[in-house]
């Protein structure tokens, strides 16, 4: 295991930081590279762990992915042709990867074990079966959890479901599995998810808004593309924080996907007294893809519930930090969905900041924090978990004395560099 030791400090920064490719969009074009039939490139891709593991996972069906001009050449017989795999697929530390292949595999003739680590397979798929069961698709878990059996269904066909969560991946699952039946299906959910995978199926002519959250989709096949990827704003969103407890610092991150359902912590950030400016200079697979400037002043407390949630989903524990430097009360709300991410996430928030000796105290579905503008040293815990790990690194960069992080390392799932980048912002 690796740890990592921090120091603060109360020097400013001014940088400029291309981040690296979005992890959703990475696992998404590579899944629909590899059900498509023919050459599809990538460019951009995360060099996460979590992509990584949705690569060999498409391997061991038949999908060769390897390097070409200017990225990744993805080569793939089409979903149909997808061959048996030999072993269990082993999703590692990704909850995408189990969740949107389930989805996939569930409506076609492959026949898979889908396994996961520790953390993975105490993670809820209970939320899959009811949508993919409604599709005529194969799914059994070992008592709502992995490992998944999946695949080898006979005869599928169209639904109409509504889910109770905003939950892009169980929407995706739904949605690539739908594509094969004869016939239209539709997907509804509360609103505020990324809808990464509904734009792109737009784009291709495979589906479309009912309403604002129901999508239609159309059967249809995938049709080989390009991809290019832009940068991750759930990683740029770790040194917007480091700009925004530091005041007069800032940080420019061009090129970021900006899908209205990524950037709810930017919202978050100005209602705290942040300077934060987006321009939209681009799309790509009909998501929105722009430049972000986030520059420190001194912050309050704020209240952050219903819809907003789910757009600020994975920089919730990011919230916590900035809100230990804030001035006042910080709330979360409604953010039940934290308790089943890689870790608890409220509790390892409440367990970081109060070994920082921050003040916080949770709830079912959240936490407040009580902003005094510092923190002490400590060391913290990160429960295999990459937010928690790299949240803690960013309240480091301010703390009065040493922060040590247990399993630093487990950072790499989604940015394998990411501490000397966010040291690198000083010098
Ligand atoms: C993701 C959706 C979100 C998010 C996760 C990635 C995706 O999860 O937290 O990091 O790529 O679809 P939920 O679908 O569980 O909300």
Not at 207 to 222: A, K
């Amino acid at each position: 295991m690796i740890n990592r030791t921090i120091t603060g400090t109360t020097d400013t920064f001014a940088a400029s930081v291309q981040v690296p490719g979005d992890k959703s969009l990475s696992h998404r074009a590579l899944l629909f590279a590899g059900m498509a039939e023919g050459d599809s490139f990538v460019t951009g891709l995360s060099r996460g762990l979590d992509v990584a593991t949705t690569a060999m996972a498409l391997r061991t069906l038949g999908v060769e992915i390897g390097p070409g001009t200017d990225g990744e050449q993805v080569r793939s017989p089409g979903v149909d042709a997808w061959s048996q795999p030999a072993d269990p697929i082993d999703c590692g530390n990704s909850g995408t990867t189990m969740r949107l292949l389930a989805g996939v595999l569930s409506t076609s003739h492959v026949k898979a074990e889908l396994i996961g680590d520790a953390s993975l397979s105490a993670r809820t798929m209970a939320r899959l079966v009811d949508p993919l069961e409604g599709l005529g698709g194969v799914i059994a878990t070992s008592g709502g959890f992995p490992p998944l059996t999946v695949g080898g269904a006979e005869a599928v066909s169209p639904a109409d479901i509504a889910i109770g969560t905003a939950s892009a991946q169980v929407r995706t699952a739904f949605e690539l599995a739908a594509l094969g039946c004869i016939g239209s299906s539709t997907i509804d959910s509360p609103p505020g998810f990324r809808d990464h995978t509904e734009r792109w199926l737009r784009a291709i002519g495979l589906g479309d808004w009912e309403t604002r959250t129901r999508f239609r989709i159309d059967p249809g096949v995938i049709p080989p593309a390009r991809f290019d990827i832009p940068g991750d704003p759930s990683s740029a969103a770790f040194l917007w924080a480091a700009a925004a407890i530091s005041p007069g610092s800032q940080v420019v991150t061009p090129r970021l996907s900006i899908n209205p359902g990524r950037i709810g912590f930017l919202e978050v950030l100005d209602n705290m007294g942040a300077d934060v400016e987006i321009v939209v200079t681009d799309s790509v697979g009909g998501d929105p893809v722009g430049d972000v400037k986030v520059t420190g002043q001194s912050l309050h407390g704020v209240e952050v519930a219903g819809d907003l949630v789910a757009s600020t989903l994975d920089e919730l524990p990011l919230v916590a930090v900035v809100g230990a430097y804030a001035e006042g009360i910080t709330t979360v709300r409604d953010a039940g969905e934290l308790r089943v991410k890689e870790s608890d996430r409220i509790a390892a928030i409440e367990k970081m900041l109060v070994a920082l000796n921050g003040g916080i105290s949770t709830t079912e579905d959240g936490f407040d924090v009580v902003g005094t503008g510092f923190l002490n040293g400590g060391t913290v815990e990160t429960f295999h978990d990459h937010r928690i790990a790299m949240a803690a690194a960013v309240a480091a960069t301010r703390c009065s004395g040493e922060v040590e992080i247990i399993d630093s390392g487990i950072a790499a799932v989604s940015w394998p560099d990411f501490y000397e980048t966010l040291e690198g912002m000083w010098s």
